[in-house]
């Protein structure tokens, strides 16, 4: 079993609709999740993290994360054509035997939003 | 800060010849990691270090694979001999810590072993 799953769409939504992003991970020991944007040939970039169980809101963005269902969303309202891209959900865990993390990706989920 | 930088941006190789992958870390950041992006795997981490120290090899795919840090301010990663099942883009990235902290990421090198 995957450390990360994701479901890799494409995934497609109009301007100005909400885009929801899924992802879940296999370790209940895992302590922060992260929202990574990866734009065609570029490298990843942070959108957002979260750490405790509920909702983050920032701007347009809002992770959620259901630690008893091991389970984090993004969501990203007022969907722009910019807002294509791939979308990395990473999972902070610490390594076996290790007291120190690895960083977990699932293999991202691609957008596109059309005008 | 100009962020992580890493070099070459894009290498093409014959199967058989060493390859090695250049990384400069951000200033300040203790933590370096090297990652391997496929399209069939994914985004998967191959080692990192702390302190220049290596913490967790476990990722690395083959004794063809070694990686080191002599400074604070750089790290290569090698394959020898190459193959063409290598081909795929190697980013390095940098944080402050290795956990709940944000990992930046250079900007990637495309490998292609031919």
């Known amino acids: 079993q995957k450390e990360v799953e994701q479901n890799s769409g494409p995934l497609s939504v109009p301007e100005g609709a909400i885009a929801s992003l899924n992802c879940t991970y296999s370790d209940r020991g895992s302590q922060s999740f992260f929202w990574y944007r990866q734009y065609s040939g570029k490298s990843p970039e942070l959108i957002m993290f979260i750490y405790s169980n509920g909702d983050k809101e920032d701007g347009r963005f809002t992770a959620q994360l259901n630690k008893a269902s091991q389970y984090v969303s993004l969501l990203i309202r007022d969907s722009q054509p910019s807002d294509s891209a791939t979308y990395l959900c990473?999972?902070?865990?610490?390594?076996?035997?290790?007291?120190?993390?690895?960083?977990?990706f699932g293999r991202g989920t691609q957008l596109t939003v059309w005008p | 800060d100009a962020g992580v930088i890493q070099s070459p941006r894009h290498e093409v190789t014959e199967m058989g010849q060493e390859v090695t992958l250049r990384c400069k870390p951000i200033s300040g950041h203790d933590y370096l990691f090297w990652y391997r992006q496929t399209m069939m795997r994914g985004l998967e981490l191959l080692i990192y270090f702390n302190n220049n120290v290596p913490i967790d090899d476990s990722g690395m795919p083959e004794d063809r694979f070694s990686a080191k840090m002599p400074n604070a301010s750089f790290s290569t990663l090698k394959i020898q001999p190459s193959e063409p099942r290598d081909s795929a883009v190697y980013f390095c990235?940098?944080?402050?810590?290795?956990?709940?902290?944000?990992?930046?990421f250079g900007q990637g090198t495309r490998l292609t072993v031919v």
């Open positions: 990473a999972v902070n865990t610490r390594g076996r035997g290790s007291t120190l993390g690895r960083l977990y």
């Open positions: 990235a940098s944080s402050f810590a290795a956990m709940n902290t944000e990992a930046f």
